[in-house]
Structure formats: C-alpha cells, structure tokens
C-alpha cells in the first residue's frame, strides 16, 4: 500500500485517539466517567512498552498511535487515582494487577519483540478484567461513544501499519476486540438496568 495512504490512516488514528481520549478526560475531571484504576495502570504500562516493539519490528507510522495511546493511557490511570474513579477494588481486580504485573519480567528476558508483544497483549487483555466487572455492575459509568471511538483508532492502526507481521497486528487487533467485548457488556446492561 502507498506510504501516504499509510500516512493517513495514522493520521486518522490519532485524530480518532485525540477525540476519543480528550472528552473522555473531561468527563473524568467532571466525574461523570469512573475509570478502573488498576485497568488503566495495566494498559499504560503494556501500550507504552508495545509502541516500542512495533517500532523495533518495523511498524512505522502505524505505531504512533500507539505511542500516543500509551502517554494518555498512563495519564488516564493517574487522573482515575487522583479522582478517586472506581475505588471498588476486588479480589479478582488484585488477582488481574498480580498477574499482569507478574508477567512484566517475562517481557524483558525474551528481548524477542514478537514474544514481548504475545505476553503484553496477553497482560492487557488481563487488564480488561477489573473494567469488564466494572461495566456489568456499573454500566452507566463509563462511556460507550469513548470505547467505539477506540475501535475505529485501531482498525485505522492496523491499516496503517508499514509491515504486516503478528507482532505489529497482534495488539491493536486484541484491543479493538477487548474494547467491542466492553461496548457489548455496557450495552447489554443498560438494557436490562434501564427503567422502564
């Protein structure tokens, strides 16, 4: 595919990613969204570190993004602390920090970029548990406009990716998943919790 069509689907991705995240930011700072702590935690540190694999395994400009997803992923889970998000922390939600942050050592002994991505995609995924048990008790404290926004900054990742392997796709592909998973969970919630 030519470069500049590559050029703007990652143009599009971070306009997708700015007008996803700068609303969502607002509506933190007004407390109208409650963002899980340790979720975003979870998804600061792996976007972060996986934006560095896909530019080592050649992703090009389809990683920047990524890299941008990771700052104001990690920004997120700051203002989610700082404004108390979700304080309702689980068993479970401790189980999925434990494990993600478990795993986190495994990355840095295999210095293969591939198996850093398998093993941080895997983490992140784990990361969507806390959000996900969030979302079925809590639904209307999160936004879903936010999270299909995040679907189209994906796919439009993935398009823009300069090479095609399963270390650059892996990632954005399992994010837009996880992402679709949570818009149905909230989804299907609000229906049934919504007033007749």
């Given at each position: 595919?030519?470069?500049?069509?590559?050029?703007?689907?990652?143009?599009?991705?971070?306009?997708?990613?700015?007008?996803?995240?700068?609303?969502?930011?607002?509506?933190?700072?007004?407390?109208?969204?409650?963002?899980?702590?340790?979720?975003?935690?979870?998804?600061?540190?792996?976007?972060?570190?996986?934006?560095?694999?896909?530019?080592?395994a050649d992703g090009g400009v389809g990683a920047w993004p990524i890299g941008l997803s990771g700052f104001v992923t990690i920004?997120?889970?700051?203002?989610?602390?700082?404004?108390?998000?979700?304080?309702?922390?689980?068993?479970?939600?401790?189980?999925?920090?434990?494990?993600?942050?478990?795993?986190?050592?495994?990355?840095?002994?295999?210095?293969?970029?591939?198996?850093?991505?398998?093993?941080?995609?895997?983490?992140?995924?784990?990361?969507?548990?806390?959000?996900?048990?969030?979302?079925?008790?809590?639904?209307?404290?999160?936004?879903?406009?936010?999270?299909?926004?995040?679907?189209?900054?994906?796919?439009?990742?993935?398009?823009?990716?300069?090479?095609?392997?399963?270390?650059?796709?892996?990632?954005?592909?399992?994010?837009?998943?996880?992402?679709?998973?949570?818009?149905i969970i909230l989804q299907y919630r609000r229906m049934v919790l919504a007033p007749a």
């Open positions: 595919m030519d470069v500049n069509i590559k050029l703007l689907f990652s143009g599009m991705a971070i306009v997708l990613a700015l007008v996803g995240f700068v609303p969502y930011i607002a509506l933190i700072l007004r407390g109208k969204v409650k963002p899980h702590v340790f979720s975003w935690v979870i998804w600061g540190i792996t976007t972060t570190v996986i934006f560095f694999a896909q530019l080592e920004l997120i889970a700051v203002l989610a602390y700082l404004n108390r998000g979700d304080a309702t922390i689980t068993r479970a939600d401790w189980g999925f920090l434990i494990a993600a942050i478990a795993s986190l050592p495994l990355w840095y002994m295999t210095n293969d970029p591939l198996w850093t991505v398998v093993i941080l995609t895997t983490i992140d995924m784990i990361g969507f548990g806390p959000t996900f048990r969030k979302a079925y008790h809590r639904p209307f404290e999160d936004s879903r406009v936010f999270f299909i926004i995040m679907i189209l900054r994906n796919v439009c990742s993935v398009v823009a990716l300069e090479a095609y392997s399963v270390t650059t796709v892996l990632f954005p592909f399992c994010l837009a998943m996880g992402f679709l998973i949570l818009l």
